[in-house]
């Protein structure tokens, strides 16, 4: 029976479009969006114990090489998301083999520095970039003939596409790799005493989680049709790490409600406090001190004191 | 040949600045394993008090302001770490999470406070003239920055490894538990040590204002320079700050003026190949 919440966030998801007009709708995309980044994000910092506060880059490679390969070189939207992948994984190997000589607050530190490297990289390299001015006039794919450009086709587009990377890291993460990868967490020396190469599945863990950033950042790219380096500010990926803590890191529920807090808050509240970014950092403050393991177990333990 | 003069002497000057804020974060690193995000927003409000008080009255002088801006961001950083850092000893990830949503509040106050223009930095004339030897001309103020660097360099040099006060930090970056345990108020020197990263970085900022302005955005441009350095010198360690410090001023003076589109990129470079030979960095004893 635990299959009846989720399918019934499911099939409230799927109605939404013909219930909501085009603001939730679109407001319910971003969501999407930033739901499938935590859920990237999660994979390392929950499953394993590898805090990055670089996942926006992942997310502004794929945009970008998006964005300049359709705009500039002028390829469809298929080919130009196929690239954006391929550059995704190679960013993400260099990435991870660099990060990953560190962990721990190394390994935050050195994604960081990396991340912002990419983002100066976003701004001056204006000859690829446009700098400041950010690119525009990307066009969204159109599978199987179907328009995406209406706000609910491209809603159930990225509705599709979000649920399977969920349903693809609730499979991984109940595997035997998922089970390795908790192994490495939690007792890294034992894990390579017993024979099993640490390195190689926290760099398979790392891999995977900045593909699923790269999927996020070409629903990103095409949602927006706009990129700017912004997107891949420190500030987004806090965003990212805050939507991951403040729902609860290594629960698979915990980046879908983390993200659609952070969405909502980013949304609602901007409308009333002009200062979002000082918003954020009061939020941080308070979830850290006052609910640090996040939401969704904070909820599951009140519910369990309840019975 | 004036063109590699001055971009050598900017490149020390900027050094001089990034050691003045990477100090501060290695020795929080070292003895309290935390790593303090707030760094380069201790930075910028430094630069934006400085700019305040020389505007509010000129006759200040630039050393007078940065004593008073050092001493106000020490206080703050004193704040944060007793009522704050404090309660999440047990929670390292906790800690930075803090300090990066601290950072965000302090440069979006300073955005409200400042608004969103520049703010020039004035120096005094004697510091802003330049000076003629050999036929060439130096800024003067750079070196005078440079001059500030080595000698605070030398000052915490002689604190930490010349004081009573500096072996006690020492045997608590080495084992805090131990020096817990033979008496050592382990925990007071941890304010303390935030007090002054804190306040040499807010100190720093002062001093960078003639040369950057105070900006918002400020804090995200040094915080990534401050984390290379340290990473590049190795964490805990002054000797990697400042030589770390002056290898990032030069790589980045030298390559926004040769390669300005890839300045960032060439940036990674000597990080990559220190992690990639020595994780723990130029000098440092503890892995990151």
């Not at chain 1, 699923?212 to 629903?219: D, E, K, P, T, V």
Request: charged share 10%; glycine share 12%; with cysteine.
């Amino acid at each position: 029976m635990k299959w009846i919440p989720t399918a019934l966030v499911l099939a409230a998801a799927a109605l939404l479009p013909l219930l909501g007009g085009d603001f939730y709708v679109n407001l319910a995309s971003q969501i999407l969006v930033a739901v499938l980044m935590a859920a990237s994000l999660n994979l390392l910092v929950g499953y394993a114990g590898l805090t990055s506060l670089g996942q926006a880059a992942f997310l502004g490679v794929a945009a970008y090489t998006c964005a300049w390969t359709g705009v500039k070189l002028g390829v469809s939207p298929v080919v130009a998301a196929g690239l954006a992948c391929l550059m995704t994984l190679a960013v993400s190997a260099l990435f991870g083999a660099i990060a990953l000589r560190a962990s721990g607050l190394g390994f935050l530190m050195i994604t960081l520095a990396m991340s912002q490297v990419v983002w100066g990289l976003a701004y001056r390299l204006v000859a690829i970039s446009n700098g400041d001015n950010g690119i525009s006039g990307i066009v969204r794919p159109s599978p199987l003939g179907l328009s995406l450009d209406s706000p609910g086709a491209f809603y159930w587009f990225t509705l599709l596409v979000v649920v399977l990377a969920l349903w693809f890291i609730a499979i991984l993460v109940r595997s035997s790799f998922g089970a390795t990868l908790a192994g490495t967490r939690d007792q890294p020396q034992r894990m390579a005493a017993l024979g099993h190469n640490v390195w190689l599945i926290r760099f398979a863990a790392f891999m995977i989680s900045g593909f699923l950033a790269g999927i996020a950042g070409l629903l990103f790219v095409w949602y927006n049709k706009y990129i700017h380096p912004s997107a891949l500010s420190m500030t987004a990926s806090a965003e990212a790490l805050l939507a991951v803590i403040a729902g609860g890191s290594g629960t698979l529920a915990g980046p879908v409600v983390g993200a659609a807090v952070v969405v909502l808050l980013k949304n609602y509240a901007s409308a009333y406090v002009e200062r979002w970014n000082m918003m954020l950092g009061f939020v941080f403050l308070l979830i850290v001190l006052f609910l640090p393991e996040g939401i969704v177990p904070g909820v599951k333990r009140l519910l369990g004191r309840g019975r | 040949m004036q063109f590699w003069i001055v971009q050598t002497l900017n490149s020390l000057a900027l050094g001089g600045l990034l050691f003045l804020l990477a100090s501060g974060f290695s020795l929080i690193f070292g003895l309290m394993r935390i790593a303090n995000l707030t760094h380069g927003a201790f930075f910028m409000l430094g630069a934006y008090l400085g700019a305040s008080l020389l505007r509010y009255d000129h006759d200040l002088g630039l050393w007078v302001s940065a004593l008073l801006a050092g001493l106000a961001v020490a206080a703050l950083g004193g704040l944060l770490e007793r009522f704050v850092l404090r309660r999440l000893s047990r929670n390292p990830l906790g800690q930075v999470l803090v300090t990066l949503g601290v950072s965000f509040i302090i440069a979006d106050a300073c955005l409200m406070a400042f608004g969103g223009d520049p703010i020039p930095v004035p120096t005094s004339r004697a510091l802003a003239r330049p000076m003629f030897v050999a036929g060439f001309v130096f800024p003067t103020y750079r070196l005078v920055v440079l001059g500030v660097a080595i000698l605070s360099a030398l000052a915490l040099h002689i604190l930490l490894d010349r004081t009573r006060i500096g072996a006690m930090i020492r045997a608590g970056v080495d084992d805090p538990a131990m020096a817990r345990a033979i008496g050592i108020p382990v925990s007071r020197l941890f304010t303390l040590t935030f007090c002054l990263g804190a306040g040499i970085a807010g100190a720093g900022g002062v001093l960078a204002g003639p040369i950057f302005s105070a900006y918002p955005g400020m804090d995200a441009d040094m915080l990534p320079l401050a984390l290379i350095v340290v990473i590049l010198g190795g964490v805990g360690s002054l000797m990697g700050a400042f030589v770390g410090s002056f290898i990032i001023g030069f790589i980045y003076t030298f390559g926004i003026a040769l390669v300005p589109d890839l300045a960032y990129v060439i940036l990674f470079l000597p990080m990559i190949i220190v992690i990639a030979l020595r994780p723990r960095g130029l000098f440092g004893r503890l892995a990151a």
